[in-house]
């Protein structure tokens, strides 16, 4: 690295960048301010499971470019993403240290979660790295778990969360509320049909929320566009099976257009995707769906 001044750096997959993470990015930050030096961030690329459990990896909750974001928004002002394979997976948890220190010469500080695991089979942890820390000379600082009432904030939990629904813990851990990123693409153009046209947003997650029907905003030109939205199969028009879809309905403004690249930020969970006996009672479902977000995104008084 080019860089002279001190770098504290937090490790860690950061997969979701929640309050737990933040912490640690906080821990960094603290450290980096009492001597002028620079908040690092050191994550992986592929996520490690990929290579250690290719058969079960970890679904990631955002892509590469989200998580950076969130990253730097925590206040990262330098982030390494190293490449995870059988090779970096090999070094021994007492050689770490100095794998780090050769990677980032002007070294100063660690941070990381109390549950932090390193070095080949996992064997290291936050106790080792603070002895193995302090023969290299380094400073080792381990953060503690953040807990929203009787929930431990962790990513797997949030991934729990997404897959069962629960949205609002989902969002109250990750801080911001979950989003998703794509380009509109054409559809059947089925919902002008029934008053309700809708934006389809192309959208392949790891992983996949649970399907239903969300109170949403379309982040658009800078602009948050209230929408109601549906992630699923859409079983009351489909009749075979077809890939998840997420599909907007604007509330307010004008949405965008094939082609556009759009932010779907994902705010409160309203009901379980469903089959409907026909169109008309679908029609009628959706204008219920769409007052219910009006309410939760503040257009009803």
Known sequence: MSQSRPLHLA??????VHLGHRAVLHSARTAARLDGGLVGVLTYDPHP?????????VPLIFNRSQKDERLTEAGAQMIHHEKFDRHHAAIDAADFPTWL?????????????????YGRGRTGN?????????????????????????????????????????LDLANAMLLRPYEAEGTIIGGRRLGRTIS????????EPELKPAFGVYAVEVIFKGEALPAVANYGIRPTIESGPVAPLLEAHVLCGEAPTTGDAVRIRWVRRLRAEQKFADLATLQAQIAKDSGAAKQVLGLLG
Not at 49 to 57: H, I, N
Not at 196 to 203: D, G, I, R, S
């Open 11 to 16: 490790i860690g997959a950061f997969d979701g």
């Open 196 to 203: 309700f046209p809708t934006v389809n947003v192309a959208w």
């Open 49 to 57: 499971s990929k290579v250690l459990r290719p058969d079960a990896p």
């Open 126 to 166: 936050g106790e080792s790295l603070i002895a193995h820390g302090a023969q290299a000379g380094l400073n080792v600082r381990l953060v503690a778990a953040v807990h929203l009432g009787s929930e431990t904030v962790s990513s797997s939990r949030i991934r729990q969360c997404l897959a069962e629904g629960e």
């Open 101 to 117: 220190q050769k990677s980032f010469p002007h070294l100063k500080s660690l941070h990381v979660g109390s549950n932090f695991q």
